[in-house]
């Protein structure tokens, strides 16, 4: 009797489980036991105007004391202190001419104790809120009004162009629609009439090259001979297998017993070492950049891998790998680039997709007095002139993506950042100095005599190691 019990329960219970398959199924759309697919979810990007750079003026900064001397010689006589009555205004001991720097005895109280004074030595009619205490004085590009600051956020402060009369918010107000028009007065804030501009205090200082790192794991003392450990970089690397099938082939064909976590190992080792050699190496470059990001996996979460690349010479400059896809990820990628430039040039142009972030870079780089212009190309048909004259540089990026995500897809995803970090170093160690290009002729985006007249690829990989130890030696001695 027992046993039948339990296996009517055991039937209900499939019955049960059947049934909410099925209800789950119809509420829902699609089974939630079906395995979840590879491809990510498209994330579109926040719809963000960013309007041109403002005008930028800084205050004019004078001496006291030479001009204070300057009088003396003109004049022939020094330029008294300030003779003050006993009913006059007190001028704090502690305050300075902004502009010039005079001390309280050279400044008159202007207008009655209501907070404006005045140098007798330059002349500058100034407050507590006087323009000469900033650095830098914004202004908006249409109606040269300086802006005002209306907020401050992580990474940078917005500014506000509130002047009624500026050409760029009549445009915009005029280039309303009656039911826009009835909508603004109603909400105001969901439009963009004015102009706005983002001052970036992110702690990030471009052009900064970083030391070289020693790997932990030493490379002269690892198990395997170097032609294994290239063996293993060219079926992992080169051929795009997962490290368990790279371990099965050297097992298989090759007769050496290795793990896959040991080949994982080997790859972070052999990433920190090649590392500073691909970031630092002085690669001859073009006038023609573009820049995209793909998604790969890490720790079972989308991340974004920003590529930048010389569309000439076919050479992948830059190549951070980011959990966001925001303004301080483009900050990095393009500075990444930058560094690699022997001189930045005056025309400098990056080609990059609809995404604001790379405009927003643009302007950090900009109060960091670098300079360049971003082309966006938008979409995938030209529905304007700069796409259309610039579509086949955003091509090429979109070809690299492909051919890293031929490579990637047998990794399925990283189990950490450091992880992913590495196999991309290797992915751009071996399109830049060791793949053929057939757009190159058949030769690899940059020569290396060393590498040149070596027959195989093993053999390669390990003399690029060996290259980049000595220059990690060389820099660090």
């Known amino acids: 009797m027992f046993p039948q019990i339990i296996t009517y329960l055991l039937t209900l219970i499939n019955y049960q489980e059947q049934v909410i398959r099925t209800l789950l199924t119809l509420l829902i759309g699609k089974s939630m036991f079906e395995e979840p697919k590879e491809t990510p979810v498209n994330k579109p990007y926040r719809k963000l105007q960013v309007d041109d750079l403002p005008i930028i003026e800084q205050p004019e900064k004078l001496d006291y004391k030479a001009l204070l001397k300057e009088f003396q010689e003109a004049k022939g006589k020094p330029l008294k202190p300030v003779q003050r009555r006993k009913n006059s205004t007190p001028v704090p001991m502690s305050m300075n001419c902004p502009k010039c720097g005079a001390p309280s005895d050279y ?9 404006q004074y005045q140098c007798k030595v330059c002349e500058c009619l100034f407050n507590a809120k006087s323009r000469y205490h900033k650095e830098l004085i914004l202004k908006c590009p249409h109606c040269s009004k300086s802006l005002e600051k209306i907020k401050e956020r992580k990474d940078f402060n917005v500014f506000k162009c509130k002047n009624n009369e500026c050409s760029y918010y009549k445009s915009k107000i005029n ?31 471009p052009l900064s090259k970083d030391s070289p790192k020693k790997p932990k794991v030493d490379l002269s003392k690892i198990y395997v001979s170097s032609h294994t450990l290239g063996l293993i970089l060219t079926y992992h690397v080169n051929y795009g297998l997962s490290a368990r099938k790279t371990a099965a082939l050297m097992k298989d064909v090759h007769g050496i017993a290795i793990s896959h976590q040991t080949i994982l190992n080997y790859e972070k080792s052999v990433a920190v070492t090649l590392k500073p050699y691909v970031d630092y190496y002085p690669y001859e470059l073009s006038d023609q950049f573009c820049g995209d990001e793909t998604y790969i996996r890490v720790n079972g979460r989308w991340h974004y891998l920003f590529f930048f690349f010389d569309a000439v010479k076919k050479i992948i400059l830059s190549y951070p790998v980011s959990p966001n896809r925001d303004t301080v990820s483009a900050i990095q990628a393009i500075d990444e680039v930058l560094v690699k430039m022997k001189e930045i040039p005056e025309n400098l142009t990056f080609v990059v997709d609809g995404n604001p972030i790379y405009l927003l870079a643009q302007h950090f780089f900009a109060q960091h007095d670098i300079s360049f212009d971003i082309k966006q190309v938008i979409g995938l048909t030209n529905e304007d002139p700069v ?71 093993p053999a390669r990989w390990t003399k690029l190691i060996d290259l980049s130890q000595q220059w990690i030696l060389e820099q660090t001695a």
Do not use: C, W
């Open 107 to 115: 400044l008159y109280a202007n207008n009655g104790g209501k907070g």
């Open 387 to 457: 796409s259309e004259e610039f579509r086949p540089l955003k091509q090429i990026i979109e070809r690299l993506n492909r051919t890293f995500k031929g490579n990637y897809r047998s990794t399925h995803g990283f189990g950490s950042e450091q992880g992913s970090v590495a196999f991309v170093t290797l992915f751009v160690a071996y399109f830049n100095f060791l793949r053929p290009h057939s757009s190159l002729e058949g030769k690899v985006p940059v020569v290396i005599p060393e590498l040149e007249h070596i027959a195989n690829m």
């Open 175 to 205: 280039g309303l629609s009656r039911k826009e028009k009835k909508q603004f007065k109603k909400d105001p804030q969901a439009f963009k009439v004015r102009y706005i501009y983002r001052e970036f205090h992110i702690d990030f200082q």
